[in-house]
T-cell receptor, first 108, second 115 residues
Framework: RKEVEQDPGPFNVPEGATVAFNCTYSNSASQSFFWYRQDCRKEPKLLMSVYSSGNEDGRFTAQLNRASQYISLLIRDSKLSDSATYLCVVFSWGKLQFGAGTQVVVTP | DAMVIQNPRYQVTQFGKPVTLSCSQTLNHNVMYWYQQKSSQAPKLLFHYYDKDFNNEADTPDNFQSRRPNTSFCFLDIRSPGLGDAAMYLC??????????????FGPGTRLTVL
């Protein structure tokens, strides 16, 4: 079983709509959680950390559910520039564990 | 201003011909990482340096070696590249924080092609 699992998508989203997707992790002792964004053929970049109480950053909302061992990302009012692969990242066993990513395609 | 720089951005090599990829950073971070990423897959950690301490992942092939001559520079040597080593190689840095792991800053990557 993979440490971090994500639905690969793609999630096709009309511009202005809301999209949400989850990521599950296997290590219940995981300490920190992040969402990274990766554009096609580019490097991953930190989008936001995920806090236990949930947190927002503009149009992006992240939630953590420790009991069920998943984190989620919600994007409101999707923009064309939100098209990317979103990597779920979990800090456990002393290192960052990356998911393979969820692809989001925002269409006009 | 580039903070993590990788050279070259694109590297073509022949099967079995050694290749060296380089990474430099201006962040003065004490941890540097090398990842391999293949299409539609998660970045796979090959090894990392905590200052001068080298940490190899258990499943990293012996074909992959690394050097960190100083804080700013780190090299990835692939001694005998095979067709399966064609991938994007990402260098990253971080400053270990109390929150665990902390943010990693990635370079733009080197895309390796093996002919």
């Amino acid at each position: 079983r993979k440490e971090v699992e994500q639905d690969p998508g793609p999630f096709n989203v009309p511009e202005g709509a809301t999209v949400a997707f989850n990521c599950t992790y296997s290590n219940s002792a995981s300490q920190s959680f992040f969402w990274y964004r990766q554009d096609c053929r580019k490097e991953p970049k930190l989008l936001m950390s995920v806090y236990s109480s949930g947190n927002e950053d503009g149009r992006f909302t992240a939630q953590l559910n420790r009991a069920s061992q998943y984190i989620s990302l919600l994007i409101r009012d999707s923009k064309l520039s939100d098209s990317a692969t979103y990597l779920c990242v979990v800090f456990s066993w002393g290192k960052l564990q990356f998911g393979a990513g969820t692809q989001v395609v925002v269409t006009p | 201003d580039a903070m993590v720089i990788q050279n070259p951005r694109y590297q073509v090599t022949q099967f079995g011909k050694p290749v060296t990829l380089s990474c430099s950073q201006t962040l003065n971070h004490n941890v540097m990482y090398w990842y391999q990423q293949k299409s539609s897959q998660a970045p796979k950690l090959l090894f990392h340096y905590y200052d001068k301490d080298f940490n190899n992942e258990a499943d990293t092939p012996d074909n992959f070696q690394s050097r960190r001559p100083n804080t700013s520079f780190c090299f990835l040597d692939i001694r005998s590249p095979g067709l399966g080593d064609a991938a994007m190689y990402l260098c990253a840095t971080s400053r270990i924080s109390g929150t665990g792991g902390g943010e990693q800053f990635f370079g733009p990557g080197t895309r390796l092609t093996v002919l």
